[in-house]
């Protein structure tokens, strides 16, 4: 008799763990999801083509899994220089940090919050990669590859 109720809570448990593995290929996060801890992940990066020889936007999501926010205070590249902007009834801001709400996300889009890439070493193409860093107050660093596509895409139709 104890022998078949330890089965099924042994197999409970395997499910429960490997559920927690999460390192998918939009994942990218070194981050924990105990309690009380943010569990960050990356999705949907991306930087359109430039069409300046100096500067660039790039984009993505950070969502947060876990039970605590956490907040994103850099990003930096071998690029060039990056900054955080907010973009609010027209008007860009830069920022020097964005609050990530616990069970919540962060999106860098076109028209929004968004990234900025100045005083580039070279003007990537499309179909290139261009490596992200980015540092949070609590969690670790997130290594993010951006690819770069064309100049007029839009995520929502893929184009």
């Not at 809570?9 to 490997?18: E, I, R, T, Y």
């Not at 984009?59 to 071998?78: P, R, Y």
């Amino acid at each position: 008799m104890r022998r078949a109720l330890l089965a099924p809570a042994v197999l409970a448990g395997a499910l429960a763990l490997a559920g927690c593995s999460g390192a998918g290929p939009d994942s990218g996060s070194d981050a924990g999801a105990g309690a009380g801890k943010a569990d960050l992940s990356v999705g949907s990066p991306y930087m359109p083509e430039p069409v300046s020889a100096d500067m660039a936007a790039g984009f993505l999501t950070i969502t947060n899994k876990g039970a605590a926010g956490d907040e994103l205070t850099s990003v930096t590249s071998d690029l060039g220089q990056v900054t955080m902007h907010s973009t609010a009834g027209g008007a860009m801001e830069e920022k020097s940090s964005f609050a990530i709400p616990a069970h919540g996300r962060l999106e860098f889009r076109s028209g929004g919050n968004h990234l900025m890439f100045e005083k580039l070493k070279h003007r990537p193409k499309r179909g290139q990669t261009v490596t992200v860093k980015l540092t949070f107050t609590e969690s670790g660093p997130l290594t993010v590859e951006m690819p770069v596509k064309s100049a007029t895409y839009n995520p929502s139709t893929g184009h």
